[in-house]
């Protein structure tokens, strides 16, 4: 056996050197090979050209490394494998009902509320009951309603701490499992490492069904590690319901508090939409088909609502599009509530032709942000809005990772995307549109508040910003497709 070896060691030494002098000439072919194979698959599957180009740029500038870079993180594999999974569940049209959708009271609305009905599947429907909450409020309720639940819990955040907010809600749910309440808790896979020791186990030890959405450390997995579940929001025996930008952690709940939130207690028929999709990511994530039947919820209000779940398994980017068109149709003012403010051109350019027809725009982000790069780039983007008449208001601490947008005092949306590359094409996010003038005017006072307490960025104030800070601003925007 060692003679054989020997010998095989010795075949493959003589062929490496009768080849190396053509080394550099096979290399060349194998970078310039895969090169070209990325080249065609990015002008084929990628939508935005300024990311395609930056794909192609990397791939013929690092070939080899920016190729496997681009087969990791620029490779979409999750709609496919969102189809295979859910059988169809995730773009099912079940309940889509056109003829019969109800139109806002609010004439100059109602197309934007037929196009979010083409682009979501379902129905804008009436008699729901929506309170915003502050986050300390809404972590209370969210507590008060595990403990009332009889039926059902379906819990799904991006980060749950293992800390002062985590541990109460860890031992509600253990509470609800002992009174045979069926409970399941989704955690994003990446959003779980962010407190250690994670509640994962804890749950797991108490009887909970907790799953990691996308989690593996496995090379093979990598290419999904760029994919992650923002949404955050808790169905409760399918008729009551939280939705909104809070995660559960110890910041919100501590004196003083180091982050601020906006959530929202639901109740009325558009719970159901929350229900199919958590119901959605559940069987992406593990293969359980939940019961997602939802007739008969009884109507409590009077706003008319509607679920924007977005993310990469679907065919259509639905929360860009909804953001399009209520710039759109908007005629008077625009106020928008973000931590991160990094849009698209398209987006951006949608703005100023609202300012340009005279529509007010208001725009409010943390004056210091957790994410510096894209506090950087937000600055840069927002320079032109104002310079066209926007209204920008940077918001003291505590950070405000609030997301809301109203619209002409009819409209507001309220979720978890931001006004990002990531939310707007990377993450799973779920936003809630609503049609109420009452309900509007509550979150503009909410909005009203936040202004108040922030300090205002005029042209002049960004004369005033040092020539250097300038340029890094526009270094760190044009990173804008991967931030």
Known sequence: MGAWISDWHQIWND?????????????AVISISLAITVTIHVSKNKRDARAAAAW????????????????????????????????????????????????????????????????????????????PLEAPQAWRAMLDAIDHARESIYLATYIFGN????????????????????????????????????????????????????????????????????RKFMVVDRRLAFTGGMNIRAGYIQSPPSITDLHARVEGPVVGQLLRSFAADWVFTCGEVLDTSYSGLAQVGE????????????????????LLAAIGSAEKRIRIVTPYFVPDLTLLATLQLALLKGVEVQIVIPRKNNLRMVHWASLHALHWLVQEGAQLYLSAPPFDHSKVMTV???????????????????????????????????????VDGRIEAASALDVEGFRQIAPWRKVRNALAHMMEPYL
């Not at 062929?15 to 290399?27: G, Q």
């Not at 990397?58 to 709609?79: E, H, K």
């Not at 139109?103 to 100059?108: E, I, S, T, V, Y």
């Not at 409209?411 to 049609?435: K, P, Q, T």
């Open 15 to 27: 062929w490496v050197d009768r080849l190396a002098p053509f080394w550099p000439y096979i290399a």
């Open 56 to 131: 192609t740029g990397l791939v013929w500038l690092v070939p080899v490394v920016g190729a496997l870079l681009y087969l990791m993180l620029g490779v979409n594999r999750i709609r496919r494998r969102a189809r295979q999974l859910t059988g169809g569940l995730i773009d099912s049209e079940d309940g889509w009902r056109v003829a019969a959708e109800p139109l806002p009271a609010c004439g100059h609305l109602q197309e934007l509320s037929r196009l979010v009905g083409r682009l979501t599947h379902l129905p804008l429907v009436n008699g729901n009951h929506v309170e």
């Open 163 to 230: 800390d002062a907010a985590g541990k109460p809600v860890c031992e509600a749910l253990e509470r609800a499992v002992q009174r045979g309440v069926k409970v399941r808790v989704l955690i994003d896979g990446v959003g779980a490492l962010y407190s250690l020791p994670s509640v994962f186990w804890r749950l797991r030890r108490q009887g909970v069904f907790v799953q990691r959405f996308l989690y593996s450390l496995a090379p093979w997995r990598m290419p999904y590690i760029n994919l992650r579940n923002h």
């Open 303 to 322: 706003v008319q609502a509607r679920g924007i779940s977005a993310g990469p398994d679907a065919d259509f980017d639905k929360r860009r599009l909804t």
């Open 408 to 446: 002409d005092g009819h409209w507001v949306m309220l979720g978890s995307g931001n006004w990002d590359a990531r939310s707007l094409r990377l993450n799973f996010e779920f936003d809630l549109e609503c049609y109420s003038d009452a309900l509007t005017e509550t979150v503009d006072l909410f």
